[in-house]
Nanobody, 126 residues
Framework: VQLQASGGGVVQAGDSLRLSCAAS????????MGWFRQAPGKEREFVSV????????YYADSVKGRFTMSRENAKNTDYLQMNSLKLEDTAVYYC????????????????????WGQGTQVTVSS
């Protein structure tokens, strides 16, 4: 599985950005897709995860209500819509995949993910 993240950039606080993650693989619709981020000097942290069916998504408390994750299985792509961006959202954002459907608690640990994209930089300025 190969992942290609895109859509990062430099924006002002309050602006919006949409990240995309394009995945290879024949069974994308079965994949569990997630986003993580890593700010300078900090550990990588969970941002969001979406189920294979696009019906269930889960978010870190820090982004809940501002970020929305979705997916288009026909395009092998998922998206992270980020609204009302804050300075503290500045980080490198990584998409990741678990190549199977998850059951039970949504996977929030980076150790649960098998494949990673290269990361895309999001910088929020005041």
């Amino acid at each position: 599985v190969q992942l290609q993240a895109s859509g990062g950039g430099v924006v002002q606080a309050g602006d919006s950005l949409r990240l995309s993650c394009a995945a290879s693989g024949r069974t994308f619709s079965d994949y569990t897709m997630g986003w993580f981020r890593q700010a300078p000097g900090k550990e990588r942290e969970f941002v969001s995860v979406i189920s294979w069916s696009n019906r269930n998504s889960y978010y870190a408390d820090s982004v809940k209500g501002r970020f929305t994750m979705s997916r288009e299985n026909a395009k092998n792509t998922d998206y992270l819509q980020m609204n009302s961006l804050k300075l503290e959202d500045t980080a490198v954002y990584y998409c990741a995949v678990i190549p199977r459907i998850f059951y039970g608690p949504p996977p929030r640990s980076d150790k649960q993910y098998n494949y990673w994209g290269q990361g895309t930089q999001v910088t929020v300025s005041s």
